[in-house]
């Protein structure tokens, strides 16, 4: 088994350290595990040493925030060349648009009613760009917030099973009413600049993009798409697997893990499809690609 996005502590919204993660894949007996983090290389190196420890593959990876059409969609980057300077420049691009990002969301919320100050976000956030995670925490430890109805959703209702995810479905991403566009890095500039750093760029959890997005993105070079994921349904991944199929384009496994405080409900590698064949192929693909050239593919025809 393996698992192909796993978010540490690197992330902003993830719990465990990558020490912790390797060990945890060992003990359910993953044979290779990939860290996805956001917008960040911080643990890449690390997961290296511990892959040598641990006797467990590890599979380099990022997952990027770009934007297509006003859709927050996101890249994960395997093998990417993580050390370039080009990159490394490109990364710190981005994280200082989602600065800037982080403190309108803080404005908008604060303008739809929500009672809270920066500091409850700093407090919170400990250093790292906030995510919907730090501004539902920030927002719930305010007991001026405690009679606000908008929240019980999110503590005992119906959006409790994953509060944190949920709350950024419901008010951070596109359309959504404290939505701040990212123009930082384009869907489809992020693909060819993964692919010109020897990347393979995959679209995360692409349950969350319209079909007709995903055929465009796929037709710009997109080289496969995570079917299996913790967010997807059976059939969702069903669908997903049989347009990777006709488009003859990779497909990914990964539980998109951040620990139990952010996502309840996702265990490590609690997916399906994550046999090693997966990676195996995500290999070959490396091995085989040609850098700077797109991938060609043809679009099929439509039912």
């Given at each position: 088994?393996?698992?192909?996005?796993?978010?540490?502590?690197?992330?902003?919204?993830?719990?465990?350290?990558?020490?912790?993660?390797?060990?945890?894949?060992?003990?359910?007996?993953?044979?290779?595990?990939?860290?996805?983090?956001?917008?960040?290389?911080?643990?890449?190196?690390?997961?290296?040493?511990?892959?040598?420890?641990?006797?467990?593959?590890?599979?380099?990876c990022i997952e990027i925030n770009t934007v297509f059409e006003e859709l927050d969609l996101h890249l994960l980057a395997y093998y990417v060349d993580y050390k370039?300077?080009?990159?490394?420049?490109?990364?710190?691009?981005?994280?200082?648009?989602?600065?800037?990002?982080?403190?309108?969301?803080?404005?908008?919320?604060?303008?739809?009613?929500?009672?809270?100050?920066?500091?409850?976000?700093?407090?919170?956030?400990?250093?790292?760009?906030?995510?919907?995670?730090?501004?539902?925490?920030?927002?719930?430890?305010?007991?001026?917030?405690?009679?606000?109805?908008?929240?019980?959703?999110?503590?005992?209702?119906?959006?409790?099973?994953?509060?944190?995810?949920?709350?950024?479905?419901?008010?951070?991403?596109?359309?959504?009413?404290?939505?701040?566009?990212?123009?930082?890095?384009?869907?489809?500039?992020?693909?060819?600049?993964?692919?010109?750093?020897?990347?393979?760029?995959?679209?995360?959890?692409?349950?969350?993009?319209?079909?007709?997005?995903?055929?465009?993105?796929?037709?710009?070079?997109?080289?496969?798409?995570?079917?299996?994921?913790?967010?997807?349904?059976?059939?969702?991944?069903?669908?997903?697997?049989?347009?990777?199929?006709?488009?003859?384009?990779?497909?990914?496994?990964?539980?998109?893990?951040?620990?139990?405080?952010?996502?309840?409900?996702?265990?490590?590698?609690?997916?399906?499809?994550?046999?090693?064949?997966?990676?195996?192929?995500?290999?070959?693909?490396?091995?085989?690609?040609?850098?700077?050239?797109?991938?060609?593919?043809?679009?099929?025809?439509?039912?």
């Amino acid at each position: 088994m393996i698992d192909l996005h796993i978010h540490t502590i690197a992330s902003s919204d993830g719990q465990h350290t990558p020490r912790e993660i390797f060990g945890m894949a060992k003990e359910i007996g993953l044979e290779a595990i990939a860290f996805a983090d956001h917008n960040t290389v911080a643990s890449l190196d690390e997961g290296f040493e511990l892959s040598k420890e641990f006797g467990i593959e590890f599979v380099p990876c990022i997952e990027i925030n770009t934007v297509f059409e006003e859709l927050d969609l996101h890249l994960l980057a395997y093998y990417v060349d993580y050390k370039k300077p080009e990159f490394l420049k490109w990364l710190g691009d981005i994280n200082q648009e989602k600065i800037e990002q982080g403190f309108k969301r803080f404005e908008r919320l604060r303008e739809l009613g929500f009672v809270f100050d920066i500091e409850d976000v700093e407090r919170i956030s400990k250093g790292q760009i906030p995510s919907g995670a730090t501004f539902l925490k920030a927002i719930l430890s305010r007991k001026e917030n405690a009679g606000d109805l908008r929240l019980q959703p999110y503590i005992d209702g119906d959006r409790s099973d994953s509060p944190s995810l949920n709350f950024y479905l419901d008010y951070l991403r596109g359309g959504k009413p404290a939505y701040i566009p990212l123009t930082a890095c384009d869907t489809i500039n992020g693909i060819k600049k993964v692919k010109t750093f020897g990347g393979i760029p995959v679209l995360a959890h692409p349950s969350d993009t319209p079909i007709e997005a995903i055929d465009h993105l796929i037709e710009e070079g997109l080289a496969g798409l995570e079917v299996y994921s913790s967010r997807h349904t059976p059939e969702e991944s069903i669908f997903f697997m049989g347009l990777a199929e006709r488009y003859g384009i990779l497909y990914t496994a990964g539980s998109d893990f951040h620990g139990k405080l952010i996502k309840p409900n996702v265990e490590l590698a609690s997916i399906k499809g994550n046999g090693y064949e997966v990676l195996q192929r995500l290999k070959d693909y490396k091995k085989n690609m040609q850098i700077n050239l797109p991938q060609s593919t043809q679009r099929p025809q439509r039912q």
